[in-house]
């Protein structure tokens, strides 16, 4: 008996650790790296944990070191993630120099002097107050 409660034991813990093809979790969560130099070398780059949809607002807390200085970043794969003008990840349409007020990055490394923006490359280099990133 006892050697068949072990084997059930063993098979259960085996089976939870295994991969599985499930969607990610919507409260996933991620390192994305901030830097406020060169992305490659880096220069200024700190990992930046984010728990999916919240809002990193640079403007307060521990991070305000970063409010309007990053100049480049690294999304890991299977993320979104969007970067606002504004603080509390909020998109007013458009921003300085009538550029639109946040871009959104993908997986990828990431210059923001030449950022995929909603109207094409963008500059939104130090221009960054808060960000948000999801699970695609």
Do not use: H, Y
Not at 48 to 76: R, T, Y
Not at 124 to 136: A, G, K, M, Q, R
Request: hydrophobic share 40%; glycine share 10%; with cysteine.
């Amino acid at each position: 008996m006892f050697f068949q409660s072990l084997l059930a034991i063993t098979l259960i813990a085996v089976a939870s650790a295994a991969p599985s093809n499930m969607e990610r979790s919507a409260d996933a969560t991620t390192t994305v790296t901030l830097c406020t130099g060169s992305v490659s070398p880096p220069q200024g780059c700190i990992a930046v944990p984010f728990v999916s949809g919240s809002c990193l607002d640079l403007s307060q807390g521990g991070f305000n070191f970063l409010n309007k200085e990053i100049s480049g970043a690294v999304v890991p794969g299977g993320f979104i993630c969007t970067f606002f003008e504004n603080a509390g990840c909020i998109a007013s349409g458009t921003g300085k120099s009538n550029q639109n007020s946040e871009v959104v990055l993908t997986q990828g490394t990431w210059n923001l002097a030449a950022a995929p923006g909603l109207s094409g490359t963008e500059n939104f280099n130090d221009l960054t107050s808060s960000i948000t990133c999801s699970p695609l």
